[in-house]
């Protein structure tokens, strides 16, 4: 009987639960036994862990979250193989481990591959939707809905008071959630880290906006391209005009998944797992053009950023 490991790791994402629970039981209708990994590397590397047992994984489909917790652990990256880590290995027994987690997990599971000889696949979880290899990665759809949801009600009260309302949404260093946000919610500028902006024509934008009839601008910030404070802040000191600014933060990252991401997690994990069982590792697990892909856990090709300013610039065509 195989003996498999399931870790979540790096920020969590609306969808790793059904992940976990894909996982899980197609570990068990293989005939093996599944080990939940908790609280990510971390736990990895004191050998924190329990076997699943029936009914673990039961009611959790659609919770956002994740039930084996997650902790960033940067550490690892740094360990020789008589670390925390190699010596919880030694305990652990795994004959394979399932990582759903972001880039920083697929560095951390790629070097269980190569250092620990413990066979890995990745399944990519994050709300950020930067990992090359797959169209979506879960928690996007999910994040992305949170915040179409919240600036529609931002824009009711902006549109009620006249106001600007400068809005920062998360994404770390790529601008594809705040593009869609701005796209779905017909923002009137969006600033993302792939395109520099001049905080005068932003505001020569908003000015035109006004002009053109509208009673309120809203201006999209992706986190990697500033802070809504100051950019409120360069605003206000320009124009005459009353300004608010929200920051979405990590209320983007929770609450029930979306039926998207619950069924990308499903089909996904379920597929990682069978490759994992029969022996195929060292990848990641991807869904392109609704076809399954694998690449492998050391990628070298970084983000698209084509796909950010394409999503940007008909935005802000449209805004
Ligand atoms: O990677 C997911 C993410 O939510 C990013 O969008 C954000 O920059 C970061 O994690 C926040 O990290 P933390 O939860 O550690 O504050």
Known sequence: MKRIGVLTGGGDAAGMNAAVRAAVRTIWHNGGEALGIRRGWQGLAEGDAEVMEQGSVSGILHQGGTIL????????????SDGPVGKALKKLKLDGLIVIGGDGSFRGAHKLETMFDLPTVGVPATIDNDIPGTDRSIGYDTALNIAVDAVDKIKDTASSHGRIFVIEVMG???????????????AEETLVPEIPYDIDEICRGIETAYDKGKYHALIIVAEGAGRASQISFDIKSRLNRSVRMVVLGHIQRGGAPTAFDRILATRVT????????SGKHGV?????????KTSSLNKKGGMNHQVVKRNWELAQLLG
């Open 69 to 80: 917790r997650t902790f960033r652990y940067p550490e690892f990256v740094s360990e020789d």
């Open 172 to 186: 770390r260093d790529y601008g594809l959630l705040a593009a869609q946000v701005a796209m779905a919610t017909g």
């Open 284 to 292: 990641m697990v991807g869904i392109v053009a609704n076809k399954f």
């Open 270 to 277: 379920h597929h990682a797992t069978e490759l994992l069982l």
